[in-house]
Every structure is written in C-alpha cells, then in structure tokens.
C-alpha cells in the first residue's frame, strides 16, 4: 500500500503540441565503438517535465545513448541538443544533468551525508545551504536516522535511495536513471517505482530512465522509446505501445502476444467500407478493424494479447473468423490470471489468458479438453513489419 | 592418528629448514664470546660495540634515507606507471610500455646493477648517495606498478564517473574519490619498495660510491673479513623490525576483517 497519493496527475502530452520545443533533442546520433555500431542514426525529442523510458535488451544502444547525455561518451556524429543548445565536447562535470548508477556508485570511503554533499560542494555552496540541502535530500528519501553511516552499513534499498538522494541534490535540469532499481526485489521494486514519479512530478524534474524491464517501462513512463540493435523501433505511450505496437519486434517485446503469420485476402470490410483486413492463415481467417497500409496478398502478421482471446468449450455461433479449435495443452496458473497454452488443431500454438474472477470455477477448463478460442475483430492488430 | 604424526613431523621439518638459521644467527648475537662458533654465556657486549661502531651506524642511517626516498619517488612513479597501463586503454605502445614495466622484475640484479653504473659513467656522474637513490627507484618502481596495477583493475570506474558527473574535475576526481580507495595498495606497494631497498646488495654495490656504503654493502664487506657476533647483533634488530612491521599489518588486516562483519551485520539490522 502507498503510504500517500500525492497529487492528482494530470493529463502531461507535449509530444502532439507541433509548437512544443523540445527539451533534450538526438539528432541524427551515431556512436561506433571500433566496427561495433552502438547507435545507428537515431533522432529522438524529449520534453521538459517528461518521465521517458529507453527499453530494450542489453546491448541494444540504450545506455550508451544516456552516456552520450551525460558526457561520458561523444557521439561519433551527430549532435545532443539540450534547451536548443549543442552540448557536444562539454565534459560531463560542466553538464547540468546528473546520473543515477546502476552500481549506485556509492563514494565507499565517505558517509551517506558525504556522499549526498559531495556534488553541492564542487558548486562552492555555503556550508549552511549544503547541509540544510542535504537534509532535505534525507528527508526527500526517508534516511534522516541514516546520515552518518557509511554506504557498506546499508542494505541494498537504503543504498539505493543514498545513490538517488545524491544524483537529485544538485537540482539538475535531467536526471538520468541506469537500471536503477535492478538490484531491488520486486516488492521493494514496486514500491520505488510510484516513489520514483512522485518524486519527478512533485520536483518538476525530467526522468530519463534506462531500463531493460518493460513491467518497469510502463509503470513509470510518460513515453518509451523501444530500441533494438542501436535504433528505436517505436516512440509512444506505454498504453500505445502495448496496444498498437508498429512492428513484430515491438509487439513482441512488450508483454505477451499470439503471432500468427498470413496473408492478406482483403482489407475491405464485407460491406465494401475500408478499414478491416482479412488475414488468410493456412485455412484461419483472421480479422482486424484497421487501416492497413499493406495491399491484398502482402504477407503480414496477425497479432492478438492473450488477455483479449476468450476460451471456451462451447462452439461459437460465427466459426467463419476470428474463431480457432484446440487442446488445452498447458494451464499456467499466476494467481490474478491463468493462461492456457492451446494446440490448435493444425499443430500451431495459441495461448489465452482468463481473469480468475470467482475462486471456485463449477466447470474449470483442463488439461486435454478440446476448446474454441475467440476474440472481437477490434482485438487484433496486422503487422506489417 | 598415524597421518596425524606424519604431517606434524613434515610442519616441523619445514619450519626447522626456514628458521633455524634464523634462530642460531640470534641467538649467537647474545654470545659473550668472540667466537661464532663457541657459546661463551649470555652478554648484550655485541649491540654495545655495534652501537659505538660508527661505520656500522653511518651505513644504517645511509640505508634507511635511500630506502625513505627510493621507496617514496618509486611509488608515485609506480602509481603513475600503472594507472597509465589500466586507464588510458590501447594506446599505441602499450604492450611495449607493459613489458617494460615487467622487465626489471626478471632482469638479473647484476644486469641491472651494471648498466646503471655504465649510465652514471657515461653521463659523468659522481657515484654516492643520489646514484644509489636513483637506481633503488628505478627497480622498486616496477613492483609497485605491479601491485598498484591489480588494484586498478578491480576497481570501480563508475565511482570516478559519479565523481564527474556530480561536477567534480578529473584532478580533483583523482585525489578525493581514487587515491584515498587504492590507497592501501599505494601503502603496500611503498612497503615493498621500501623492504627491497633495504635489502639490495648487488645493485648499490655496482651504484655506489666512497661515503655511501649501505647497510648490506658493509655487512657483506665485514663479513668476508671474519664474522663477528656484531653483525649477528644488527640482523637481529632488523629481523625485529621487520617482525613488527609484519604483525602490525596482520592486526589492522583482522581489525578491518572484523569491522566490515560489523558493518553487514548492521545493514541487516536497520536503523539504530
């Protein structure tokens, strides 16, 4: 349970005003490390106030991507931009961001108040401004009982509170975030995240956080950009992204889904009227409410949430789309959801998550029960790359 | 049981072969006789005489002051040495400068000894306490380069990142955030420096000069002239010296051993 609420959020979307300038701009970055291209052309706009997310797999640019911001690396072309300035060739200790560590990167040799003090001291603050900071930085992370402690006589989640104090006491105008919460177990984990955006709303501040966890990803984002191999794939909302992926990649990446690969017959709707597709599948019909950017006979695929599939043991009235029969393979029971790995009775592979919404089920679906799964033509989403 | 004996003989056998010798060169320190080999009762007669003997004291106190600077100029030099062959990535040369570094460690002593008294020549210098100084830090160099080196490379660099990127400059960055963290290899690295230059013979042989003969210089030079329990009496102050230095480093070692099993006990405990 959150302790507090904090503020109501409000509706936060610079990202469809054309007249908003953006805060930090990637233009046309490319960094190669020897052959090895880390990051690929790659544009990208962040707006002040904005919580944004880099999610992909390790070694796909991302963290490089926030070295570049923080200086730790330089671009091989291209250029940062950050409030329309170039901040291209300016040494990380003279840019007005600050980097939380995955390490946490906690000075060993001094105390927690050292620590948090240490960045305010470079700034030739007074002794009375550092300290008065310091303990609201304290305040700010629930560690006032803590402060003359040395970072090995915390446990993992106090360090890691240690480590944000210290990268938010300078105030900086970005706070870049490595995998902060990698290290935490997913209780505490959970519990950091909804800290982590009430600490960004109530301070104003913009979040650019690296992660590799899509849960993580979308729980906190304003945006995410979803990359791959040094390029993002997708810019969007986490619902947009979970929704309306744009590719394979993205869809796939995100959660859990069924891919199924076909053929367009159609994309017409049966009454003339554009904007349904349907999909030829080795004998399934799929269809899909869409404009689809692909003509009749392109192949695509056909992407549906396990969430958005309904199982059944009963045949449906319309078995012309939409409607596929199998055996129940497998049942993964999470609890909240159980989801049931179906064969469909071409030998292909489909799964489909149920709500338990009662706890006791009269007629409960089981292993090598003979089913028919079905979903709405707004669930699914064509693919085309 | 029977295992139990064997092994408790082999200790003992092995222990016997390091320290007896050790233990009879103190013991006939003690000796009232003037003979090494005859016991002729217990006397502090030798530490008098080595105390009153002048050439003995003179080439202490030379051997100390060269051990103090070599030591000192060979562990910043060291320091420096490593940091530039763990930092500054492949730079061209490296595997060159890296050898280099090794080199010195395997060069015979007599090697080394001979081309720095062929450099001082060369080069006109008076041979004597400087000559000395400067080979015993060319050699010492090397191994604390060594040790500072495998330091470096455990070493955290994200510590030195949130040190710039909290606005600290990378000199600054050095002497707050990396020096006092790999200091204690800096402090054994000097040890060592300091411990080989006390106990070189062949190098400051080849390197000195007339008015700074080291301590091993003049014991080797007395002792070819016929031991005296003298010598006997300055080995077994330094062996003390060098016994206390050892157990104080094996007691702070335990100390901070114990305070870090405090120190996670207490992160576990929470809050006091």
């Known amino acids: 349970m959150a302790k507090s609420l904090g503020p109501i959020k409000r509706k936060f979307s610079p990202w469809t005003d054309p007249a908003a300038v953006p805060f930090i701009r990637f233009e046309n970055i490319t960094k190669r490390f020897g052959t090895f291209t880390a990051v690929d052309n790659l544009t990208l706009d962040i707006y002040e106030r904005e919580f944004f997310s880099l999610l992909g797999p390790s070694g796909c640019g991302k963290t490089t991507l926030m070295r570049m911001l923080a200086g730790f690396d330089e671009p091989t072309e291209g250029r940062i931009l950050l409030q329309g300035k170039d901040i291209s060739g300016v040494p990380p200790y003279r840019r007005p961001t600050n980097m939380m560590f995955q390490s946490y ?16 001291e470079q700034d030739k603050l007074s002794k009375g401004e550092i300290s008065a900071r310091v303990e609201e930085m304290l305040k700010l992370v629930k560690l006032e009982t803590f402060a003359k402690r040395k970072p090995n006589q915390l446990s993992g989640g106090q360090r890691q509170r240690v480590a944000l104090a210290r990268s938010l006491a300078k105030r900086p105008k970005v706070l870049l975030l490595d995998e902060p919460l990698g290290a935490l177990d997913k209780k505490l984990r959970e519990e950091t995240q909804f800290e982590l955006m009430d600490i960004q709303t109530n301070l104003g501040l913009t979040f650019l956080i690296v992660t590799h966890d899509q849960e993580e990803a979308m729980t906190v984002s304003d945006r995410i950009a979803v990359m791959d191999k040094g390029v993002i794939m997708q810019v969007a909302t986490p619902a947009e992204i979970y929704e309306a992926p744009n590719s394979r990649y993205v869809a796939d990446f995100i959660g859990d889904i069924n891919i199924i690969e076909g053929t367009i017959a159609s994309t017409q709707s049966a009454l003339g009227a554009p904007g ?56 993964g029971y999470l609890g909240d959801f159980s989801v049931f790995i179906v064969k469909l009775d071409d030998g292909r592979v489909m799964r489909a998550a149920q709500a338990n919404v009662s706890r006791l089920v009269d007629r409960p679906i089981t292993f090598g029960d003979m089913v028919w799964l079905t979903w709405p033509r707004d669930a699914g989403l064509v693919l085309t790359r | ?28 320190s003690f000796n009232a006789s003037r003979l090494v080999t005859v016991w002729g009762g217990f006397s502090l007669h030798w530490y008098q005489t080595m105390w009153s003997n002048q050439g003995l004291m003179d080439a202490a106190w030379v051997t100390a002051r060269v051990g103090l600077l070599s030591a000192s100029i060979g562990t910043i030099l060291g320091t420096m040495a490593a940091l530039a062959l763990v930092r500054f990535g492949r ?11 090794y080199a010195p460690l395997v060069m015979p002593e007599v090697i080394t000894g001979l081309s720095m008294l062929l450099l001082f020549v060369a080069i006109g210098i008076d041979r004597g306490f400087w000559t000395v100084t400067v080979a015993h830090t060319t050699f010492t160099m090397c191994y604390v380069a060594i040790v500072v080196q495998s330091r470096l490379l455990t070493f ?18 050095f002497f707050k955030i990396t020096l006092p963290l790999i200091f204690p290899a800096v402090i054994a690295g000097w040890m060592l420096a300091f411990t080989l230059s006390l106990d070189d013979l062949v190098i400051a042989s080849f390197t000195t000069g007339p008015g700074a003969t080291t301590l091993p210089i003049k014991i080797y030079s ?16 330094l062996i003390g010296l060098v016994t206390i230095g050892v157990i104080i480093s094996s007691i702070t070692t335990k100390r901070t ?16």
């Open chain 2, 156 to 173: 955290d660099r994200s510590l030195e990142e949130a040190a710039l990127d909290l606005g600290c400059p990378p000199v600054q960055t």
């Open chain 1, 105 to 120: 990167a906690l000075f060993p040799h001094m105390t927690v108040e050292k620590n948090i003090a240490f960045g305010l």
């Open chain 2, 91 to 101: 730079f061209p040369g490296r595997m060159l400068f890296s050898g280099m570094i």
């Open chain 2, 257 to 272: 051993e114990l305070r870090r099993q405090q120190d996670e006990h207490m992160a576990l405990r929470g809050p006091v």
């Open chain 1, 276 to 331: 349904e597709v349907l999909i030829e599948s080795d004998g399934i019909r799929l269809a899909a409410e869409q404009e689809c950017p692909a003509v009749s006979g392109d192949k695509v695929a056909f992407a549906v949430r396990p969430e958005k599939v309904r199982i059944s043991p009963d045949q449906p009235a319309d078995t012309s789309v939409n409607a596929v029969h199998g055996e129940v393979w497998d049942i």
């Open chain 2, 1 to 28: 049981m029977k295992s139990y004996r064997f092994d408790a003989t082999v200790l003992t056998l092995g222990f016997a072969f390091l320290y007896i010798p050790i233990i009879i060169l103190i013991v006939y």
């Open chain 2, 222 to 237: 007395q002792v070819r002239l016929g031991v005296t329990p003298e010598i006997n009496a300055i080995c077994t102050i």
